[in-house]
């Protein structure tokens, strides 16, 4: 699956804003992250070069490739980390379904509840048994070192009506991908599925194409959409947006322990940036949001326990259908449960 391919071009993006040895490094990391300087995949970047050369008193020098430099999908991104031509990527569930199917349990809806439920999911073994089955997937050539978050939760909104329950979604036509994952899941709520790509989606708002999308609030006020109509927010927070981080696993086992330490902590210090950017930057996406005229929704509880009941066929069909799928599925409920347990025995303490 994963062929020799050759990258692209060479221009080195970022600056450690630490005082390294201004002796030459031993290892350079060429990091790479389609998006742009105002994303929280960047932000991540950064925090991650900052620490790891400075942890590393200069022997590991970062490279940061912003954009389609190196590589331009998740196909390709994936193939360079195989071969070695990247070393660090970072994808979306979506962006990595083709190689690693199982990691769309991401995806799947209304499973974790909230920040600190899913932030403690993904810091768990959930993720060690994800990057397992990768390994073994890829012949040990990529490695998944950490998620992240790329967006803060999947919403939905549209052009037409206000969302209180899966009766109001019944006949939008709803973008999605070209997946069956999401597809399924806009189906199980009564709506129309229709695969548009990125670029076209403004327009498609404009021109009734679509009628509705499942984005984060960042993504929907950076790409105008209520500009084009979108007017009607419904913050169901049906998914995480989960950021997958791969390293070139040959890299990473090549260095010395004290070293993959400092790559180890740099991940973990790059995981609690991207937590963290997204919930600064959709404040002001929110308020630009209602500013504007757009209708804010936030479900009540019920009306939010019918969404999920109203999902959970999509759960089987994931387990059915999808190469790893019950695995996965598994591995995430149950360090869901595990973490749901160990907050609310905080909250019983925190509380009295």
């Given amino acids: 699956m994963f062929k020799r391919w050759k990258s692209l071009g060479l221009a080195a993006v970022g600056a450690s804003l630490f005082a390294t040895s201004a002796m030459a490094a031993d290892i350079t990391i060429r990091a790479t992250a389609n998006s742009n300087e105002n994303?929280?995949?960047y932000d991540g970047l950064v925090v991650f070069k900052n620490y790891v050369e400075a942890a590393s008193n200069g022997a590991v020098e970062v490279e940061l490739f912003i954009g389609t430099q190196l590589c331009s999908n998740g196909a390709e991104c994936l193939q360079g980390v195989a071969d070695g031509t990247i070393d660090v990527y970072i994808s979306t569930s979506g962006g990595a379904a083709g190689a690693f199917p199982y990691v769309q349990v991401l995806d799947l809806p209304?499973?974790?509840?909230?920040?600190?439920?899913?932030?403690?999911?993904?810091?768990?073994?959930?993720?060690?048994?994800?990057r397992s089955m990768a390994l073994a997937d890829s012949g040990d050539k990529i490695r998944l070192m950490t998620i992240g978050n790329t967006g803060g939760w999947r919403n939905f909104a549209n052009t037409k009506r206000r969302v209180q329950g899966p009766a109001d979604m019944e006949g939008l036509k709803i973008r999605t991908v070209v997946a069956d994952l999401p597809q399924e899941l806009v189906r199980a709520l009564g709506a129309s599925p229709t695969p548009i790509p990125w670029p076209e989606l403004f327009t498609s708002f404009q021109t009734g194409v679509v009628e509705g999308s499942k984005n984060g609030i960042t993504d929907i006020m950076g790409m105008k959409f209520p500009d084009a109509g979108l007017q009607y927010v419904t913050l169901d927070g049906h998914a995480y947006m989960g950021?997958?981080?791969?390293?070139?696993?040959?890299?990473?086992?090549?260095?010395?322990?004290?070293?993959?330490?400092?790559?180890?902590?740099?991940?973990?210090?790059?995981?609690?940036?991207?937590?963290?950017?997204?919930?600064?930057?959709?404040?002001?996406a929110y308020e630009d949001f209602v500013a504007g005229g757009g209708d804010l929704y936030v479900p009540t509880p019920a009306e939010k326990a019918a969404f999920k009941e109203a999902s959970e066929p999509v759960y089987d069909w994931f387990k059915a259908n999808v190469k790893g799928g019950e695995a996965a599925f598994d591995a995430l409920t149950a360090a869901v449960a595990e973490a749901e347990a160990a907050i609310g025995a905080a909250n019983a303490k925190d509380l009295k």
Avoid: C, H
């Fill in 39 to 41: 994303d929280e995949d």
């Fill in 243 to 284: 950021a997958l981080w791969w390293m070139n696993n040959d890299k990473f086992m090549g260095m010395s322990e004290d070293m993959r330490q400092v790559i180890v902590d740099g991940f973990s210090a790059l995981q609690q940036a991207t937590f963290a950017s997204p919930k600064r930057k959709s404040i002001q």
């Fill in 110 to 130: 209304y499973l974790m509840a909230n920040d600190r439920v899913a932030e403690a999911v993904l810091q768990s073994d959930f993720t060690r048994e994800i």
